[in-house]
């Protein structure tokens, strides 16, 4: 057998010129990707890259693998066709807090409580920026924008919370400005037996610069960020000198100095959703914001069940023919 070439992140670059706006976040995340990629496979074949409508969905065509731009809304559908219809393949699915959480929503959820092996990538920047800075599913409360110029009346969705009431098996969040941390939710995403979902707080500098400044401003970053590591305390500060402790089933931030670092809560991915649950509801400004992989389980997945079942139903009865199928065992007419 010939050995596959090693590959690089210029194997992964298309050769289409990359039109978003300058300075978008996407430009970063799509690096990053290009560049771990080589990490997470030999066989740039077997990789599609899936997506709706939104700035976020012209990923496909910057990544030098099989993709598929669809429609709006619609993406975890055609993925979780794909990769039933093909279980070999690597399917990743590129959304954005509208595409994803308005007209996608109930699809993702489902997509979520079904657990098919596929990657979902969810560019979160609190706003409608391809049609010009709407407010979206995720923009916070009192937003205003062209379509809510008195400010939002909305709940804004917790994307993580979300995803972890759907169900889901491996939820993470990261930010697009962290370079080394982005690669590294990306290759765990990658190595996540079932549906894995990563949040990533994506800035869109021209209509909702700075949503993400308290997580990624050199002088704030710090004391806003709690980086999770598996069986490792919830240490946060530039010293780790603030840590998270759980009060009747509730998270407080305290001083380790005060408390001592024995009676921080040590982070357990594999632990009870209530936990997980816990950390999604941690916001900013009055925790820390839990940046990492929050949970992380493992389960059958339903691209696996699902070809299962046809291969018992095939043993038993044959492949079958379509025509047989669409026809039916009692064809009737009307007179």
Not at 136 to 144: A, H, I, L, R
């Amino acid at each position: 057998m010939v050995d596959k070439p090693i590959l690089k992140k210029a194997d992964f670059e298309s050769d289409q010129a990359v039109r978003w706006c300058p300075g978008c976040g996407d430009y970063a995340i799509l690096a990053q990707t290009q560049k771990i990629f080589p990490e997470i496979t030999t066989e740039k074949e077997k990789v599609v890259f899936i997506s709706g409508i939104g700035c976020s969905s012209r990923f496909p065509y910057y990544m030098n693998t099989y993709g598929f731009h669809t429609i709006h809304g619609r993406a975890p559908t055609v993925a979780s066709g794909l990769k039933i219809s093909n279980p070999d393949l690597s399917v990743w699915l590129v959304t954005g807090d509208g595409d994803g959480f308005s007209i996608g929503g109930n699809h993702l959820i489902h997509l979520l409580r079904r657990n098919i092996d596929l990657n979902v990538m969810l560019f979160n920047n609190r706003i409608y920026g391809l049609t010009k800075g709407q407010y979206s599913p995720t923009s916070e409360q009192g937003k205003v924008t062209y379509s809510t110029p008195m400010g939002s009346l909305d709940y804004p969705f917790n994307p993580t919370k979300l995803a972890l009431g759907a169900k889901g098996a491996f939820v993470a969040k990261t930010i697009d400005r962290d370079l080394k941390h982005l690669q590294s939710m990306i290759k765990r995403s990658s190595e996540h037996k079932g549906t894995s979902f990563i949040e990533i707080y994506q800035n869109c500098n021209i209509f909702n610069d700075g949503a993400f400044s308290h997580v990624t401003e050199k002088k704030t970053k710090a004391q806003n960020q709690l980086f999770l590591s598996h069986g490792k305390p919830l240490v946060f500060g530039s010293e780790g000198e603030k840590g998270i402790v759980f009060r009747n089933f509730k998270p407080e931030v305290a001083d380790v100095a005060d408390v001592g670092i024995e009676n921080i809560h040590v982070h357990d991915e594999e632990g009870e959703v209530a936990y997980h649950m816990a950390l999604a509801q941690m916001t900013y400004p009055d925790f820390p914001v839990p940046l990492g992989v929050i949970r992380a389980v493992e389960g059958p997945s339903y691209d696996e069940l699902i070809n299962a079942q046809v291969a018992i139903a095939q043993d038993k009865k044959g492949k079958g023919a379509l025509e047989d199928l669409i026809r039916g065992p009692s064809p009737w007419t009307v007179d």
